[in-house]
């Protein structure tokens, strides 16, 4: 039962997104140039005159690309698991047509986080396109990319929608882009290596999502793959998704059936 | 005897310390049309959601087409067809997506959806806005939406929660006719009202409510029978004398007399002759109205209050 219920939610989703798939892909394809433009020829041409041993002797805009990669999935992640969420109770209330139909509150859930996850291989595919485009991708590995920008993205969405659905009032959505994705979108190892921090900052960075799939998305596109960080990252990034699966399920189910 | 469909026994909801629903008793019968009459705050919208399956019952029992909603929320729902009090429609969609949207979720394939889209919507009167979107139909047109999507699934029963609040007269009267076939195709209703009028026009059968409990239950005849009399004869008196003429009047042969803030009704089994009397005293009303009792008229003698305030 669960697992048909969570494809007649996701159902839902893919219908209401046909009508605006074409918008959401032009600017899936401007982000990931613009970014890659400015980062890695822009700053990247300046950072590559001064030596690139920093980056362990790649030009920056390979150091660069992955972490972006891993930085994407999570703004996909954090737009598609607040607003929408808080909405299909308040505005279009998504969640409570499907209410009135056999589907539980953890079927909602799961739907949507799954609709969430399309959304992230879709972004993350174009981006990897483009990226190679510009070739910054330097291994095969680089395929493999892609399930791991969605396993990051997957570790945002799954707590940050079980968080959204129990928010009363929008506003603490902006709090958490500017105090919760910004600094890790500055401090996680993206645009420079961790090391460059003062040494007691980067603890703080293990902990972080952000900070493993970026190591995890660098290690596949740059070939230099480390089995055991490898499942570190991976294992970190899949927990952190299973517990927001899990709280999910609970916060959905005293939300909205009460 | 026909089949029960839902049986409520002490149904309670409480939120935190708030009682909605206060020990409720009643019985849905297979193909009558049941109404839950009541004034805003009743509780009739908790018991409805606890009827839909969306919200578990704190006490009592509660069981819908012979199941427990506690425990198999998803097979009674697969059976009920739900209007909400408020539009939930998405109105970014066509009026047919919408129709798919919902199909879907009850996991009927594409073809059953589409034939009975059709069907629906001709039943509907919105066949020609099907490939239209929901955003600028009229509220009466969304409303009518509203109730063929939740007929998607041929339900067994119909759970409509104020099916025509917010709607202007005309608009209302369409939706009435509309769920009026319904119930000559033998479709099972339980609906909320606080319009007396949508009450005596749909509802076979019927509880008061108030204050979070049942105030009396029975067919519109029955309980115009019990609590009020055929006729009523309602008097204005200009402001000034409006409570002298009341204190008056409440010495004359009425079975029963309100004083209303703007108005004196008297419950009697004849007008003409009561108004007769009113003259015989010398009073001179500003304006005289005899009528026949209404639902309304049993709601202010249960409760001493008049069900729009």
Known sequence: MGLRFTWRALRAWLVVYRRIWRSSVYSSILGPVLYLGAMGYGLGSLVDSHGTVGLGGVPYLAFVAPAILAVQGMQTAMSEATFPVYGAVKWNRIYLVAQASPLRPADIFRGHLLFMAIRLAMNSAVFLAIAAAFGSLRSPWAIAALPAAVITGLAFAAPVAAWSITVRKDYYFNYAFRFGMTPLMLFSGTFFPLSRLPGWVQPLAYVTPLWHGVALCRELTLGRISPGSVVIHLGYLLVLAAVGVAVGERTYTRRLYV | ?309
């Open chain 2, 1 to 309: 005897m026909p089949e029960v469909l839902v049986r409520a026994r002490g149904l309670t909801k409480r939120f935190g310390g708030f009682t909605a629903v206060d020990g409720i008793d009643f019985e849905l019968f297979q193909g009558e049309a049941f109404g839950f009459l009541g004034p805003n705050g009743a509780g009739k919208s908790s018991t409805m959601r606890m009827i839909s399956c969306v919200s578990p019952p704190t006490g009592g029992e509660l069981t819908i087409l012979g199941r427990d909603p506690r425990r198999d929320g998803p097979g009674i729902r697969a059976r009920l067809g739900v209007v909400p009090q408020e539009d939930t429609l998405d109105v970014e969609l066509t009026v047919r997506e919408n129709l798919l949207v919902y199909g879907r979720y009850f996991g009927l394939p594409r073809a059953v959806i589409r034939e009975r889209t059709a069907a629906l919507l001709d039943f509907v009167q919105l066949s020609d806005r099907a490939d239209d979107m929901v955003e600028p139909l009229s509220g009466g047109m969304k409303r009518r939406l509203t109730i063929a999507r939740s007929l998607i699934n041929d339900p067994d029963i119909l759970v409509l929660d104020e099916p025509t609040t917010g709607l202007d007269p005309q608009a209302r009267h369409v939706v009435w006719d509309r769920l009026f076939r319904l119930k000559q195709r033998g479709v099972t209703l339980i609906l909320t009202t606080h319009y007396m009028d949508e009450a005596e026009q749909l509802c076979d059968r019927l509880v008061v409510m108030d204050h979070a409990r049942i105030a009396a239950e029975g067919t519109p005849r029955e309980l115009l029978a019990r609590y009020t009399t055929p006729e009523v004869l309602e008097l204005r008196f200009p402001p000034e004398i409006h409570e002298q003429a009341g204190q008056k009047i409440a010495s004359l042969d009425a079975q029963r007399t309100e004083l209303l803030a703007d108005r004196i009704l008297m419950y009697v089994p004849d007008g003409d002759a009561a108004l007769a009397g009113v003259l015989d005293r010398g009073l001179e009303p500003m304006t005289t109205l005899i009528r026949r009792s209404t639902l309304e008229d049993v709601f202010l003698r249960l409760t001493g209050r008049s069900l729009e305030d």
